[in-house]
T-cell receptor, first 112, second 115 residues
Framework: QKEVEQDPGPLSVPEGAIVSLNCTYS??????FMWYRQYSRKGPELLMY????GNKEDGRFTAQVDKSSKYISLFIRDSQPSDSATYLC????????????FGTGTRLLVSP | DVKVTQSSRYLVKRTGEKVFLECVQD?????MFWYRQDPGLGLRLIYF???????EKGDIPEGYSVSREKKERFSLILESASTNQTSMYLC??????????????FGPGTRLTVL
């Protein structure tokens, strides 16, 4: 079983929809949680960063961490065609020395 | 803006060739990383370096070596390329652990095909 599980999609939604992307993990020592966005033929870029549990909001994006369930989510409000990309969750422990463990990514398609 | 550049976007090599992938970052970052990305497997860490001339094995170091002679440059070497090393290779860099700013910045990737 992988340490981090993520549905590969694709997830297809119409423009303006609320999108929910999720990851589950098995290592209870994970404390730092990240979401990266990767456009086709580009490297991943950091979208959101959360330490431990709770919510974090940045514009149309909200990251949520539920450590009791070992479950993290990224919500995108008012989705746009420009949000079409692959979204990767990543996480690490405090001692992890930034050795991130990545999910396989969920491909999101937002149609106009 | 942090910039991580990789020497080639696309590379085609033959089995048995020695392959060099170069990565350069311009933000004086301490840490540098090499990943490979494959469908269904996500990003997997090959090697990382936390200082000049220092290196640590990641999760899949077999068949690879690295070199970091200067702070801004981190090279990945395939000593004898094999077809199962056909993949997208991504370089990343980051500052020392510094609160919530210690994120990894990625380069655009090199798509390597080994024939």
């Amino acid at each position: 079983q992988k340490e981090v599980e993520q549905d590969p999609g694709p997830l297809s939604v119409p423009e303006g929809a609320i999108v929910s992307l999720n990851c589950t993990y098995s290592n209870s020592a994970f404390q730092y949680f990240m979401w990266y966005r990767q456009y086709s033929r580009k490297g991943p870029e950091l979208l959101m960063y959360t330490y431990s549990s709770g919510n974090k909001e940045d514009g149309r994006f909200t990251a949520q961490v539920d450590k009791s369930s070992k479950y993290i989510s990224l919500f995108i409000r008012d989705s746009q065609p420009s949000d079409s990309a692959t979204y990767l969750c990543a996480m690490t422990t405090i001692e992890g020395f930034q050795k991130l463990v990545f999910g396989t990514g969920t491909r999101l398609l937002v149609s106009p | 803006d942090v910039k991580v550049t990789q020497s080639s976007r696309y590379l085609v090599k033959r089995t048995g060739e020695k392959v060099f992938l170069e990565c350069v970052q311009d933000m004086d970052h301490e840490n540098m990383f090499w990943y490979r990305q494959d469908p269904g497997l996500g990003l997997r860490l090959i090697y990382f370096s936390y200082d000049v001339k220092m290196k640590e094995k990641g999760d899949i170091p077999e068949g690879y070596s690295v070199s970091r002679e200067k702070k801004e440059r981190f090279s990945l070497i395939l000593e004898s390329a094999s077809t199962n090393q056909t993949s997208m290779y991504l370089c990343a860099s980051s500052l020392e652990l510094a609160g919530d700013t210690d994120t990894q910045y990625f380069g655009p990737g090199t798509r390597l095909t080994v024939l």
